[in-house]
């Protein structure tokens, strides 16, 4: 039998022990393209499953320039000195398909809380092929559960369908807006604010002020037109100063207050429930994808359409339909022929 | 046989004579998930294909706030009034999933092209399901270039996979940046820089004229360190200020020279040719998705276990590792077995 040179059980006892290098190896595990990693990582996250569930996963999302690394980094100190919390980041980062990184790395980012014994930063990569922001965040969010944070934020860049695939796997999303991008609402998508649980109005420094409470007071018009996401929560609106580190204690309360209303209306279980059923029904179609796409059948299938593309011989739009042709007769019942030849 | 009420002749009379009202009912038509109608569509395709590909293909992109509309709207209205083109300009909109729509509707913008007889706007849906971009798109600009239009602009809101997607479309790419969104260098990733032809800093209005030559002097040094996406080609840094009318021809004269440089090395050809194929191997890996999500024995699987997650019976990771028992049997080679019978 072959042997990996991971050991499942020493990356366990190290995960479980809040080891820091266990934790990144794990992640790093789940991410691997390799079916021997994928199957190891598969055991990993059930037996460390019953470890997890116990921590606040914080959506925080917002385009970029938006600050959303320094409103974390100020929200993570303060749940770290006043509130003696272990805070997981995890930060998406849709990755560059030419050389797989961002112009400035993310090391740079987040200063402070980095250096912090009680957190970890993280950022997980997108699958783009099969362009998935869940599967590995979902994995992330359960490793760094099962090794004693209690406050996972996740965050995404950029506005779009990795927002909406971020609200599908956290129990309070927060948005952030800018002081003074007045047209940006042009941009932003009603579906994008529908998630919102907080908006968050940042840059709101020194000077600023009274322009952020107007923005504020505007934003809480339009979102009274909303329907509301939870029963019993209508979107907040807040402003802030994350470099002056103003703001960041209202914000607080009321995603606790937000927590609270779930919990009281037994509408956190079913979202937690909600989501871990969506998450594996994503799990299960991308390996039904997965496997079907690598039978020899099918990889026949799109070798032979490649070459007769490369060659020309014919319209790309009549090889799709024989596409369909060859796949029918694949799937056709073979019970059913074997009934019929008998006969 | 089934009758639809689409006759397919008369359609692509319509789209040949350059009439809009065919050519929204035939974008229509390729975005229907009805099978009927997506079996209509293809055959359209292949029927227009050979009036296709006589355009020049340009993709806009940038952050919410950027201005894109301004700008196409501008660069639109320059080309229909000094160059007599017949402008076509596909907005990719990630659809809001709970209510399909934008918060402002796409109708309020680019008003003066909106009311051009040589334009032509239309906002293409995103299949949230499949998060694909490409597909919708790709026939969009098939059809419009069938129905006459000669210059098709791509429009993407976000900065992620949808501009990636978008660059596998056209033949020049635009990135539009805003004057004084410094640190905007953060969050734009390498990948969508990489993509870029031009760079265009929007808004340089009056008395912002020198700030914006300053940030694209900075972002021409920071350019220089990237390999060049075209041989002979490195990316051009512009400034504009599409409210005032001021940059737009130096612009088009860029998209021009870019062209010329393209087409005088092969490359032009290359590149579309690259294109089709990229998007026919992407249609046919979509096809045997779906064709295979829908097959009885595959959709008993995953009903079997959302059943079995609902009732909460099972581990879900357990139940993953079912799914590939399953389908491992669904997939084992029936001669085979025959043969091992018959022994």
Redesign the interface.
């Known amino acids: 039998m072959a042997k990996t040179s991971i050991d499942k059980a020493v990356l366990k006892k190290g995960i479980l022990a809040g080891d820091r290098a266990s934790l990144s190896r794990a992640i790093t595990l789940c991410e691997s393209h390799l079916s021997i990693d994928q199957e190891l990582s598969?055991?990993l996250?059930?037996e460390l499953?019953s470890h997890s569930g116990n921590s606040l996963r914080i959506g925080v999302s917002g385009?970029?320039?938006a600050g959303k690394s320094t409103f974390i980094e100020a929200l993570g100190m303060e749940l770290i000195g006043k509130h003696q919390k272990k805070i997981a980041v995890l930060t998406i980062?849709?990755?560059?398909?030419?050389?797989g990184?961002?112009?400035?790395g993310d090391k740079t980012?987040m200063n402070d809380l980095s250096r912090s014994p009680n957190a970890f930063i993280r950022p997980t990569a997108?699958n783009?092929q099969?362009?998935g922001v869940g599967q590995h965040t979902q994995a992330a969010i359960l490793l760094c559960e099962a090794a004693g944070f209690d406050t996972i934020i996740i965050e995404t860049?950029?506005?779009?369908?990795?927002e909406?695939n971020v609200n599908k796997m956290v129990d309070v999303f927060l948005l952030l807006h800018i002081v003074g991008?007045g047209?940006?609402?042009?941009?932003?998508?009603?579906?994008?604010?529908?998630c919102a649980d907080l908006v968050v109005i940042n840059k709101a420094d020194e000077g600023q002020e009274q322009k952020a409470a107007l923005e504020a007071s505007n934003l809480k018009k339009?979102l009274h037109l909303f329907?509301q996401k939870h029963l019993g929560w209508s979107t907040k609106v807040f402003t802030c100063s994350s470099i002056e580190k103003r703001g960041i204690s209202a914000i607080w309360n009321s995603i606790q207050a937000h927590q609270e209303q779930l919990k009281s209306t037994q509408q956190f279980d079913l979202q937690r429930k909600h989501q871990?059923?969506a998450?594996?029904?994503d799990?299960?179609?991308r390996?039904?994808?997965d496997?079907?796409?690598l039978?020899p059948e099918?990889q026949e299938?799109?070798n032979r359409?490649?070459a007769q593309?490369?060659s020309e011989e014919i319209?790309?739009?009549?090889?799709?339909?024989n596409?369909?042709i060859a796949?029918?007769e694949l799937?056709s019942p073979?019970k059913k022929d074997k009934e019929i030849t008998k006969k």
Chains 1, 2 share one sequence.
Do not use: C, N
Not at 315 to 321: D, E, K, P, T
């Open positions: 598969l055991m996250l059930e499953h385009i970029p320039g980062d849709p990755s560059s398909e030419s050389s990184g961002s112009i400035l980012r997108t783009t099969l362009g860049v950029g506005v779009g369908q990795s909406l991008a047209d940006d609402l042009q941009g932003m998508k009603r579906g994008i604010l529908e339009a329907p871990t059923q998450w594996f029904a799990l299960q179609r390996s039904i994808v496997f079907v796409l039978q099918i299938l799109i359409a490649k593309m490369e319209s790309f739009i009549s090889l799709l339909r596409t369909k796949l029918s799937f073979p």
